[in-house]
């Protein structure tokens, strides 16, 4: 168990050092300024009238700070220091104010009793027990009646080496996310092909999953 761990503690700590190298050398934002499109999509709902936000793996800011923009109380989490800084510079250009932590969704948590009306996990494409336990970590942030909000490169996209991970262990089917979020309410459970226009590296058809729930109680 211990080797295990280690290895695990080694695969994230490359993955922090790999995604500070692509930041930094990232002539413009790797996924571009503007929102994601399905965040932007739930936030439209009339029934979505959450204040608060928790954004896990939110890179360089754009979710963040447009929630913000919105009027919410954003917390963001991303494992890249060069991101978050990027992010930062962002939210300043923006006028926003967002707390934004540096940290490894591997092992962070949010203080005892912090909860948040809506949680966005938008293309966290890590390992099968990252995503786990970062879809752990949304759920129990959520407060009643709060949202629990996904996307990310499907199985179904199978290897593509323009677009999202190869490894198959790194993309999402509904089944994963059903079973990981037992007793939430789903609202919207969408696989399928998409056209992404968010960036250099988000852009053209691809095979996505789409899954929003509420803790309705």
Request: net charge neutral.
């Amino acid at each position: 168990m211990a080797m295990r761990d280690s290895r695990n503690a080694d695969e994230e700590a490359s993955a922090a050092a790999r995604w500070d190298r692509r930041y930094r050398a990232a002539v413009a934002p790797p996924f571009g300024e503007a929102p994601n499109d399905y965040l932007r999509m739930i936030c439209a709902r009339q029934d979505f009238t959450a204040r608060s936000a928790l954004c896990l793996a939110d890179g360089d800011g754009r979710n963040g700070a447009w929630l913000a923009g919105q009027g919410l109380a954003v917390t963001a989490v991303d494992v890249s220091a060069v991101a978050t800084e990027r992010a930062l510079a962002l939210d300043a250009r923006r006028g926003v104010s967002v707390e934004r932590l540096t940290a490894d969704l591997a092992d962070w948590s949010p203080g005892p009793g912090r909860t948040w009306e809506a949680v966005f996990l938008i293309y966290l494409q890590g390992t099968s027990a990252l995503r786990r336990r970062a879809l752990d970590v949304g759920k129990a942030a959520l407060a009643p009646g709060g949202w629990l909000v996904v996307e990310g490169f499907a199985k179904a996209q199978g290897p593509r080496p323009d677009m999202g991970p190869d490894d198959p262990d790194r993309l999402y089917d509904l089944a994963e996310l059903r079973q990981a979020l037992p007793g939430l309410q789903v609202i919207e459970a969408f696989a399928g092909r998409v056209c992404l226009d968010e960036g250099i590296r988000h852009r053209g058809e691809a095979e996505v999953v789409r899954f929003a729930a509420r803790r309705m109680e």
